[in-house]
């Protein structure tokens, strides 16, 4: 992917955050493209966006990647312990 030079002037900064297994924070609205070539759009002033595919609501997430951790049993990657598994 070829880099991106920034453009002075071009409008506010959209802000973007990365959460550790989890999904990636996008202020809104945006539009996604995924690879097929499908255009989702939310409206919503801050969206998820899904990065592990599991989400039923593919590409905003639906916190699916909580029931999937990847440490050990008990291990609490993020402080929470909402992650239940029933």
């Known amino acids: ?14 802000r973007v955050r990365v959460t550790p ?3 990636v924070l996008v202020d809104g609205p945006v539009e996604v493209t995924l690879p097929d ?9 801050v969206v998820a966006v899904c990065l592990c595919r599991r989400s039923r609501r593919y590409p905003w997430c639906d916190t699916s990647h ?3 951790s990847r440490g050990p049993l008990g291990a609490s990657g993020s402080g929470s ?6």
């Not at 992917?1 to 959209?14: F, N, S």
């Not at 499908?38 to 409206?43: A, F, T, V």
């Not at 312990?81 to 029933?86: A, M």
């Open 81 to 86: 312990s909402s992650d239940d598994e029933s």
């Open 37 to 45: 070539g499908s255009r989702h759009r939310s409206d919503r002033f």
């Open 21 to 23: 297994d989890g999904p």
């Open 66 to 68: 909580r029931r999937h």
């Open 1 to 14: 992917m070829p880099a991106v030079e920034p453009q002075h002037g071009a409008g506010p900064a959209v």
